[in-house]
Each structure stands twice: as C-alpha cells, then as structure tokens.
C-alpha cells in the first residue's frame, strides 16, 4: 500500500514539448542499477521536469528501468533545486524523521557555505 501522501501523485501528462515515449530516453540507454546507468536517469527526468517536484517523480516512475533507485536520485536533485518551500506539504506532513532530515540538511548547507570555492 502506498504512504498517504503518494497516492495523490497523478501523472499530468508528458514533459516538456516534443514526442514522449514513458519507456523512451531512460529504457534505451539505461540497463542496470548501477550508478552510471541510475544517475543519468535521474538527471534526464528532473531536467525533463524541472518546473514541478511531483511531476519529476511520476516521470521517474513512467521511464520505467530501475525506478525507485532514480526516484530517490531525481527527488533528491529537485528538492535541492526547489528547496524545503518548493515541496509538496502533504508530501511532508507524514514524512518519517522529518525534523531529523530537516537538521541534516541545514546542517550539509551550513557546511557548504564554510568551506571556500575552488577556482
């Protein structure tokens, strides 16, 4: 049975212009659940997506290979890209060890900005 939150995920269609194929882009180049197969998917279905957190993961989901490793990658890449305020709250009203989660990414983001850029 699916969290509380995810069953309200609906797919609203495809991304971006141009033809879309659920098992296209992903399903023809990705063959494992290694990271170089999983990582480039996740990159391909957030930047196919990037306006909208949910629709991100229901395209992970269509694309089809290893699924739940690219959800957690492309999830990951578009809540670092939309930020706490950009998520869904449904999404994060039941989500287990929030307050947890929330303290490390602050944490991870306080770190970042001590440590100087490499030119």
Same mark, same amino acid.
């Given at each position: ?19 879309? #194929? ?18 480039? #998917?996740?990159?391909? #279905? ?74």
């Amino acid at each position: 049975m699916a969290a509380p939150g995810l069953r309200a995920l609906t797919w609203r269609g495809p991304p971006g212009p141009g033809p879309w #194929c659920p098992r296209g882009w992903c399903h023809r180049r990705c063959h494992g659940a290694g990271v170089l197969d999983s990582f480039p #998917c996740a990159l391909w #279905c957030f930047r196919a997506t990037p306006e909208d957190f949910e629709t991100t993961l229901c395209t992970t989901v269509a694309a089809g290979h290893d699924a739940d490793t690219v959800r957690a990658m492309a999830s990951t890449v578009s809540g670092a890209y939309h930020g706490l305020s950009g998520l869904p709250t449904r999404l994060l009203d039941d989500l287990e060890f929030r307050d947890h989660l929330i303290a490390l990414a602050d944490g991870l983001y306080d770190l970042s900005v001590r440590i100087p850029a490499v030119d």
